[in-house]
C-alpha cells in the first residue's frame, strides 16, 4: 500500500528466529494465486507456522497472541533469505506491517520490501538483542523509527542506531511514490533532458 513514511512510533511483534526464509514468510503454493491483493497475502503471512495441519489457529505462534501487535515487525538474523519472491513482500505488507527491523537482510528480499513501501531497518545484533529483551519485559514496547533522520529508538531504553537507506528509496518512501510514479513526476525534466542532447 502506498502510504507516506515519516515518523512511525509504534509497538512491535518480535520473531526472535534466525534465518526466517521466503518460503516460510509465504509458502510456495500461494504462489500459484491469480489475485494481487496484498489483504489475500496478509492472510496468508507465516501461514505454515500460525495454522495447525487441521487448519485451526496455531496459539503458540506470535501473530495469533494478542498480547503482542503493532507496525513493527523485530526479526532475527538472516531475515528473507531463499527465493527471490516478491509475495513474501506482499504479505508483509499486507498484513499491516510498515517496519522490518532486523539485524541482516537477504538483499533481493530487502529491496522487494522497499519496492512495496515496507522499511527494512537493519540495526546492530546488540541492539537488536536488546529490544527483544524490551518487548519481552514489556509489550506494550514502543520503538520510533525517523525515517528522515535515519534513526531507529527503542522507547523503553532511550537508546537509538542510525540505518542506511539509498536515497532514492527514501525519497520514494517519504513521497509515497513507487518507481513508474517517480519517472512520471519527472517526466518534464527527462523530456527536457532529451530535446537539449538530441539537438
Known sequence: MKQKFDIITSTCVPLPLENVDTDQIIPARFLKATT???SFF???LFRDWRYNPDGSLNKEFVLNDPTYSGEILVAGKNFGSGS???HAAWAIAGYGFRVVISSFFADIHKNN????FVLPVVVSEEFLAELFDSIKADPKTEV???LPNQTVTNKATGKSEHFEINGY???CLMNALDDIDFLLENKEKTEN???ANNA
Open 84 to 86: 527471490s519472491r516478491e
Open 144 to 146: 520510533v523509527v525517523d
Open 169 to 171: 528509496k527514501k525519497y
Open 113 to 116: 520490501e522497499l519496492n512495496n
Open 193 to 195: 533532458w532529451e530535446t
Open 36 to 38: 494481487r491483493e496484498e
Open 42 to 44: 496478509g492472510e496468508n
